[in-house]
């Protein structure tokens, strides 16, 4: 360590819990971040700070004037060029902590390409801990499946309207998700767009997620109790019960059978109650700067480096260059995707 470091993370290191062993450990530690939303942009920032060394930030959307109200690592600038999230998150890395490797990746995590972000990264080391930062629950199986399968530990974080959750998954020790929760809630669930969200449950469910994790990648891991966290920031109640005993004859840790890695249960095309469906079928790049030209004599298209956008009345079209878009303005799966058939093809 440098004396620069150790003049930086001093208060952490005069931490008993850490000390200057656990700092060394989270200065070549890696962690990702699946979604950076509100849970996610907060873990970012306090990982960052904390001197996190790498970081692998994954997320498939860009960031939004409402998205401001709580995460925290945006700023109106970002929204005002609805740079991806996972970008904006890099770039404000770089500035809060420049020790810090941060690496954004812009895309949708599926079965078919979780592997291939997860295992093999820019970093070199591979990750130690995966914090939930997503806000659907087929992508936390899925991420599930993935850690049980890794035997990497993950941290289940969730919060809507004034209450959150929290729950350490680490594999070999603790119960999984699906020991907990045998399946994904059926029917529609509420979501941040219908139900509404305090900066207040984010910030502190994030930040107990973030705490788990410190713990693991400082090689304290023993010190993350498996109880499942609930918490109302609005009537003030706190809860902790134990977490139960990994179940034998759960299918994810106990008999092994990945079935949401495998792909046998899908993510659906819709994001998670807005007004707004995502096509992902297409797995082919595109070229923005030709569709661009293509589609700037029928209307407005504001393009950068990472995205194009496309205002067809009513609708508003986010296309990135993986070919996945965003079309906000309808819940139809069908009206999405003859709006991409007719302006970006098949
Ligand atoms: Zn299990």
Known sequence: MTSAERERYSRQILFAGLGEAGQARLLKAHAAILGCGALGSF?????????????TIIDRDYVEPANLQRQWLFEE???????????????????????VQARGIVADVT??????????????????????????????????DFALSRR??????????????????????????????????????????????????????????????????????????????????????IRQIEQ???????????????????????????????NAVQIHE????????????ALSPLGEVRANEFALRFFPHPYEMTIFPDGRAIIKGTTDIGVARSLYAKYVGS
């Open 77 to 99: 600038s970002d929204a005002a060029e609805a740079l991806p999230k996972a970008v904006a998150a890099e770039r404000r890395v770089a500035r809060i902590n420049s020790g």
């Open 152 to 237: 990497i530990p993950w941290i289940y974080g969730a919060a809507l309207g004034s209450y959150g959750l929290t729950m350490p998954v680490l594999p070999g020790r603790t119960a999984c998700l699906r020991c907990v929760y045998p399946n994904p809630p059926a029917g529609a669930q509420p979501t941040c767009e219908t139900a509404g969200v305090l900066n207040s449950i984010t910030a502190a469910i994030a930040a107990l997620q973030t705490a788990d994790a410190l713990k693991i990648l400082a090689g304290r891991a023993e010190c993350v109790r498996p109880r499942i966290t609930t918490m109302d920031v609005w009537d003030g109640g």
């Open 244 to 274: 139960p005993p990994p179940d034998p004859d759960c299918p994810a840790c106990g008999a092994r059978d990945f079935v949401y890695l495998k792909g046998e249960r899908s993510a659906p095309a819709g994001l998670c109650g807005r």
């Open 282 to 293: 297409r797995a082919r790049p595109l070229d923005l700067e030709r569709l661009r030209a």
């Open 111 to 144: 079965s078919a390409n979780i592997a291939e972000l997860l295992d093999h990264t820019d970093h070199d080391e591979a990750i130690e801990v995966i914090l939930d930062g997503t806000d659907n629950f087929e992508t936390r199986y899925l991420l599930n």
């Open 43 to 55: 873990q970012v920032a306090a990982l960052a700070r904390a001197g996190v060394r790498r970081l």
